[in-house]
């Protein structure tokens, strides 16, 4: 071993000698600077110690109102103020949402997520959208809606209509995040995840890696989410899509072994949180994902679009799973 990567295990095993939370952006830079075997062998020595280490939940998505948002997220083809090719809509119907969130849970998916394109929703869009999540929740799927900003009635108010998750990202490091957003701050965000949290919904909560960050910055992310008194039940990472007339669209590409750290720290400092391998895995390719279920990863967003940006098809996905032996959720094999 080099005398970098002997520096690096030192500032771990400190790091490790204190108390796990709060994580220092120290100690969670030292752990991704670790040797990748290190780093990797002991994602997967948590990940079994939490869950069984082969099998991966299925998340769906659909977008229930697309485009025309009002925000400034630099790497969003949903920003009216980019010219995308995305057009908006407005809210679907519930008749739609269901036929979609059945045909979801026939495919395989446990979860339902129902994202809008808002900056925050007005008190008659949350009435419409806890109508979905009832009718969402009666199939028997687990509901997660992502909708911008909220108050905490609202918060409340889908609470009250059985809403299991809500997503709500932080997207970056505090001091990385004025480069993406302007028209909001960090800390609306964080208000909005204590409202959640406050009325009893699961916090799900990520960011997005590969948008011109630091590696210090993708441990910032990482400490911020760890540091959420408790940290998310669930933990998007996203791959930044590069999508054409969004201020992001020619960023340079980050090295994917970049990409399996951040999930394996993640992994680590989050220990019982789902870790979702979310946007890009159709760019990322099988040797890049195969790795990322290896650090730790064990949710997936399955069908083929996210919001606006294509996913891989349902049946590569569920060829991988096979090729690498690995399972949806609650489907383990009897033998
Ligand atoms: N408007 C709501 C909000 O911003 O919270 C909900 C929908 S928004 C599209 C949900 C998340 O999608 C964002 O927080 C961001 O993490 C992710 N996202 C959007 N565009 C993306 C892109 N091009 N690549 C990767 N992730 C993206
Ligand atoms: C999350 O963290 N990723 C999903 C979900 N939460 C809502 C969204 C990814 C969107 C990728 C770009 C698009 O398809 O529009
Ligand atoms: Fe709007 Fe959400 Fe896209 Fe930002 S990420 S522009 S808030 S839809």
Redesign the pocket.
């Known amino acids: 071993m080099g005398s970098t990567e002997v520096q690096a295990m030192a500032a771990v095993q400190q790091a490790e000698k204190q108390a796990a939370a709060p994580w220092s952006v120290a100690a969670v830079e030292a752990l991704m600077a670790l040797p990748l075997p290190e780093l990797m062998h002991r994602a997967q020595v948590v990940h079994r110690e939490n869950f069984d280490p082969c099998e991966v939940e299925f998340a769906t998505l659909l977008s229930v109102k697309t485009g025309g948002?009002?925000?400034?997220?630099s790497?969003?083809?949903?920003?009216a103020r980019y010219d995308t090719g995305v057009s908006a809509t407005k809210l679907m119907e519930p008749a739609e949402v269901l036929a979609a969130a059945e045909a979801a849970k026939a495919a395989g998916a446990t979860r339902f997520c129902m994202?809008?394109?808002?900056?925050s929703p007005k008190d008659r869009d949350i009435e419409k959208v806890s109508e979905l999540v009832r009718g969402v929740k009666a199939l028997g799927m687990e509901t997660c809606a992502?909708l911008?900003m909220l108050e905490g009635g609202q918060a409340q108010a889908l609470a009250d209509a059985g809403l299991d998750y809500y997503n709500h990202n932080l997207?970056s490091a505090p001091e990385f995040y004025g480069q993406i957003?302007k028209t909001?701050e960090y800390q609306d965000r964080l208000d909005t995840l204590g409202h959640v949290r406050t009325a009893g919904v699961k916090v799900c909560c990520g960011g997005i890696v590969g948008m011109g960050e630091s590696r210090r910055q993708r441990a910032a992310l990482i400490a911020q989410l760890a540091n959420l008194s408790p940290y998310p039940e669930s933990v998007p990472i996203n791959h930044l899509v590069k999508v054409e007339g969004t201020p992001l669209a020619d960023q340079a590409d980050l090295d994917p072994l970049e990409f399996v750290r951040t999930i394996a720290v993640a992994r680590i400092t989050m220990p019982t949180a789902r870790v979702r391998l979310s946007a890009g895995r159709r760019q990322m390719g099988e040797a890049v994902q195969a790795m990322c279920f290896m650090a730790g990863a064990n949710s997936i967003f399955f069908g083929e679009k996210l919001?606006t940006t294509d996913n891989p098809e349902t049946l590569d996905d569920v060829a991988l799973l096979g090729k690498l032996g690995m399972y949806p959720r609650g489907k383990k094999p009897a033998h």
């Open positions: 948002c009002p925000e400034d997220c790497y969003c083809p949903q920003a994202g809008a394109a808002w900056r992502t911008g997207d957003i909001r919001l």
